[in-house]
């Protein structure tokens, strides 16, 4: 490692780095600057978890409690940030803000957060591994109502499963999987943002 | 009889919970419809417009995923849970 990049490895770990670090700038601020290791490490595990199912393993995400885990994380800092820029009392308060009848609600929308960020994420890769088993199954069986009859190895030919479920792969497992990552990171970010409220 | 029952009925519940993926529909094709609609009056600003698109296509699709998630629960997980109730 050198100041001026010289070997190839290097200007590209450091495009990525600067990219990353513009992104997050962009959308917190410049004070939450230190949050772009976090933001696109988060990115990058959702982002391979995701494209795993390319090659044929279950992918992690496809599991609630995956997506879970990391959406609380996201709420924990959420609250951390609140706290900290009203104080204790003046978090607790907030819960009363407009009159104190809408207490239950302000809770319940606020528990909505990391629900409704985990389950996102979590349907869209579970409608793609179900959609795509059920093509798989379909067309092996279409394949051996065409072929069954042959004698010996020729009736083992997959013929109808070689090209057709790679389409839906492009759809289901590289451009939602990807877009899903992003997705996460970007409601992270404007999450935190809301919730500490800085001011430029 | 009760079996047979249960299973249709989840059966049923399944495919009734997906009528949520209308609304998400109609809300994307609008969302993708301005977009276009932008793009056609400022070519030059089709990177921002997609993005921003895409961002809130995919917020705008949690209704329907609700439902999605509700039928994958009816079809996969309730009918073992109530089977071995019985």
């Known amino acids: ?200 | 009889m009760e079996k047979a029952i249960i299973l249709a009925a989840c059966a049923i519940g399944a495919g009734l919970s997906m009528i949520a993926g209308i609304g998400p529909g109609i809300g994307e094709g609008y969302a993708v419809g301005k977009a276009c609609e932008a793009i056609a009056r400022q070519p030059e600003s089709k990177g921002s417009v997609t993005s921003t698109m895409l961002m809130g296509c995919a917020v705008a699709e949690t209704t329907g995923i609700y439902g999605f998630v509700v039928a994958i629960l009816l079809l996969f997980v309730i009918p073992s849970m109530f089977l071995g109730m019985l």
Request: proline residues 5%; positive net charge; aromatic residues 14%.
């Open chain 1, 1 to 200: 490692m050198k100041v001026r990049p010289e070997s190839k490895k290097q200007i590209v770990a450091e495009y990525i780095v600067t990219a990353v670090q513009n992104f997050v700038k962009s959308n917190m601020g410049k004070v939450f600057e230190f949050f772009s290791p976090f933001i696109f490490s988060l990115m990058m595990l959702s982002a391979f978890s995701s494209l795993s199912s390319l090659l044929t393993f279950k992918p992690p995400t496809s599991d609630i409690n995956t997506l879970l885990g990391w959406s609380i994380l996201v709420f924990m800092m959420i609250i951390y940030y609140k706290i900290k820029s009203m104080g204790f009392l003046g978090y607790l308060k907030s819960y009363t803000k407009p009159i104190v009848l809408l207490t239950p609600f302000n809770i319940l929308s606020d528990v909505a957060v990391p629900v409704s960020m985990a389950f996102r994420h979590f349907g869209n890769i579970v409608s793609g591994v179900v959609i795509s088993s059920l093509v798989y199954g379909s067309l092996s069986s279409l394949s051996s109502l065409a072929l069954g009859n042959l004698p010996g190895f020729l009736s083992k030919i997959p013929i109808f499963e070689l090209g057709l479920p790679a389409v839906l792969s492009i759809y289901f497992d590289l451009f939602s999987s990807l877009l899903q990552a992003f997705i996460f990171c970007m409601l992270t970010m404007v999450y935190i943002k809301m919730a500490a409220n800085v001011k430029e």
